[in-house]
T-cell receptor
Framework: RKEVEQDPGPFNVPEGATVAFNCTYS??????FFWYRQDCRKEPKLLMS???SGNEDGRFTAQLNRASQYISLLIRDSKLSDSATYLC?????????????FGQGTTLQVKP | DAGVTQSPTHLIKTRGQQVTLRCSPK?????VSWYQQALGQGPQFIFQ???????QRGNFPDRFSGHQFPNYSSELNVNALLLGDSALYLC????????????????FGPGTRLTVL
């Protein structure tokens, strides 16, 4: 079983749609959670950190369910510029020490 | 404020050769991590350096080695290259105490794309 699992997609949605991605992780002791965005052939860039019960940033909402060991990302009012791969990331520790464990990524394609 | 920089951007090598990749962390960051990203996959952790020592290592063979310098920059060395080493190699830096950036977050450089023929 992979440590972090995501549906690779692709998710094809029209502009303005709401889309949700889920991710599950296997280590119940994991402490820090993130969503990174990666454009084609570019580096991953932090989209959101997810702490305790989750957080919201504009059109993006991230939720964490520790009991079920899953993290979700909701994107409202999708824009063409949201087209990218979204990486679910887990850090088993609570500090910046140690490795990040990445999921395979979920590809989103927003169509006009 | 310069972000994480990496060199070279692209590299082509043949099987059996050795390669050195370089990374300069974001200003104020003292921890450097290296990741390998194969096509269609998420990045995989290779190792992390802090205070010039390897602090943690992923599941990579000894052919992969690294170094961190007193100015916090870092190198990744890969010996006896295999075709399967072809990937995007990403360097990420993290802030030390009081450094700029979000706590617990790693910031990535643009990567070095290595092709092994």
């Amino acid at each position: 079983r992979k440590e972090v699992e995501q549906d690779p997609g692709p998710f094809n949605v029209p502009e303005g749609a709401t889309v949700a991605f889920n991710c599950t992780y296997s280590n119940s002791a994991s402490q820090s959670f993130f969503w990174y965005r990666q454009d084609c052939r570019k580096e991953p860039k932090l989209l959101m950190s997810v702490y305790s019960s989750g957080n919201e940033d504009g059109r993006f909402t991230a939720q964490l369910n520790r009991a079920s060991q899953y993290i979700s990302l909701l994107i409202r009012d999708s824009k063409l510029s949201d087209s990218a791969t979204y990486l679910c990331v887990v850090n088993p520790r609570s500090s910046n020490t140690g490795k990040l464990i990445f999921g395979q990524g979920t590809t989103l394609q927003v169509k006009p | 404020d310069a972000g994480v920089t990496q060199s070279p951007t692209h590299l082509i090598k043949t099987r059996g050769q050795q390669v050195t990749l370089r990374c300069s962390p974001k200003s104020g960051h003292d921890t450097v991590s290296w990741y390998q990203q194969a096509l269609g996959q998420g990045p995989q952790f290779i190792f992390q350096y802090y205070e010039e020592e390897e602090r943690q290592r992923g599941n990579f063979p000894d052919r992969f080695s690294g170094h961190q310098f007193p100015n916090y920059s870092s190198e990744l060395n890969v010996n006896a290259l295999l075709l399967g080493d072809s990937a995007l190699y990403l360097c990420a830096s993290s802030p030390g105490l009081g450094g700029p950036g979000v706590r617990d977050t790693q910031y990535f450089g643009p990567g070095t794309r290595l092709t092994v023929l």
